[in-house]
C-alpha cells in the first residue's frame, strides 16, 4: 500500500474561540478544555497508523491556547502547515495541496479535531479503503450531515470542494457530489458523529471512554452538573 498523508485541519484551542456551541452549559475556558483534548486524542490517532505521515493544518495561537505545553511537545512528531484560505472550503483544499507539496506522491486523508472516538484502527481501515481498486476517493459523512473525514488518491481533487458551503445539514450530501461530478470514484466510511453540542459530546465521549476528550468531560463542573 503506497504510504500516504494523514491530515488533522485544526484551531488552536484558545477560550472564546473554539466550540462555542458548547457554551453552555460549559464556559469557554471548559470548552477550550475539551477541544484540546480532543486534538491530542486525535494527533494520537493519526500519529499511530502505520505508514503515514501525520501533517497538522493549523490556525490560531498557540500561545493562548488550552494545554499549551502537551500541544506543542505532541506537534513536534507532526509536519505543521498553516491554514489558508478564505472560507473552510478554501481552507480544506489548501490543506491538501500544501501537504502534497511536502509529501509529494501520497494520497491524503483528512480529519478534523471533532471526531476523537476516530482512532488508529479506524483511520488505518479508511486509508484500506482509499486505496481499493477502482476507488478515487471516500468520505465519511457526519451524523449532522457533515463530514468527518475525506480521502483523495490525488490531493489536487480537493479544490472540488473548495466552493461547497459548509455548517449546514447537507454539507455532506454537497461534498460527495461536488466529488462526484468531478469525475471521482468515492467510497463511503462509516458515519461519525462530531463533537457540535453538548449532546454530540456525550456521544462522542462514550465511543472512546478511555481518552483524553472522555477525561475531559468527566472533569467538567457544568457536564456533571447537567448530567
Given amino acids: 500500500m503506497t504510504p500516504a498523508a494523514l491530515i488533522v485541519l485544526a484551531k488552536s484551542p484558545e477560550p472564546g474561540r473554539v466550540k462555542t456551541r458548547l457554551c453552555p ?10 477541544a484540546a483534548a480532543a486534538l491530542l486524542d486525535t494527533i494520537d490517532a493519526v500519529s499511530g497508523v502505520r505508514g503515514a505521515e501525520p501533517v ?23 509536519r505543521v502547515v498553516a491554514q489558508r484560505g478564505h472560507g473552510l472550503g478554501e481552507r480544506i483544499a489548501a490543506a491538501h495541496l500544501d501537504t502534497a507539496a511536502l509529501l509529494a506522491g501520497r494520497p491524503t486523508l483528512q480529519v478534523g479535531m471533532d471526531t476523537p472516538q476516530a482512532g488508529s484502527a479506524l483511520l488505518a481501515t479508511c486509508l484500506e479503503r482509499l486505496h481499493a481498486p477502482g476507488t478515487d476517493g471516500v468520505l465519511g459523512l457526519a451524523a449532522d450531515g457533515g463530514w468527518w473525514a475525506m480521502g483523495l488518491r ?61 477525561a475531559a468531560l468527566v472533569r467538567c463542573p457544568a457536564f456533571a452538573a447537567a448530567s
Fill in 25 to 34: 452549559p460549559a464556559t469557554p475556558a471548559e470548552a477550550a478544555d475539551l
Fill in 56 to 78: 497538522v493544518a493549523l490556525t490560531g495561537r498557540l500561545a493562548g491556547a488550552v494545554r499549551r505545553a502537551e500541544l506543542t511537545a505532541a506537534l513536534r512528531g507532526c
Fill in 154 to 214: 490525488d490531493p489536487r481533487a480537493a479544490g472540488l470542494v473548495a466552493g461547497v458551503p459548509t455548517s449546514r445539514d447537507d454539507t455532506g450530501e454537497r461534498t460527495l457530489r461536488a466529488l462526484r461530478d468531478g469525475g471521482l470514484r468515492v467510497g463511503l466510511l462509516p458515519e461519525l458523529t462530531d463533537v457540535d453540542t453538548a449532546a454530540d459530546a456525550r456521544t462522542v465521549a462514550d465511543a472512546a471512554p478511555d481518552g483524553r476528550f472522555a
